[in-house]
């Protein structure tokens, strides 16, 4: 027998879908496989399931989120589950609100006692741009957990947890 390699939802469970046409016209239908969408500020983070198992048999991946108005370069999060995607989603949400609150209101990035002039989420991390390299330097100048410094840029990475792993 061969391997299934088109799927749709049932609620939230991907389930096999040997049928390509009707795997066409349930995938056509953008309202019935989003998970999520938000926007925040200029940031909009959608998440979806992509009928598709782009991961393998023991790590499937079969939810994709995207977040658009950040770095358009960096790569979408794919998960396993409903639960997972909207975990990371909720995740995503929560730091681009924050981040938009604080650049709405003019106010300093709080970052451990350093000011940032600009900053971006990504999807797996948040870039705090300091003035200059002397200021990241001296605002990073050990190793913390969660936090590394690139020449003038501060990076937050927070950890993968078993619960909503990614890779």
Known sequence: MPETICYILDGENPVPCDDITVWQEWMNDLP?????????????????????????AARPKFFKMTVFGGNEGDPPICTATWKQAMAKHKAMVKAATRITQREQTNQAIPTGGFKAI????????IRFLLESEEAAIKAHPKKIKNWFREGRTIIFRPEKSSATESN
């Open 32 to 56: 019935k496989r989003t998970v999520a969408f938000d926007r925040v500020g200029k940031i909009e983070i959608l998440t979806t399931f992509i009928g598709i198992n782009i991961g393998n």
């Open 118 to 125: 600009g900053c971006e989420v990504l999807a797996n991390e």
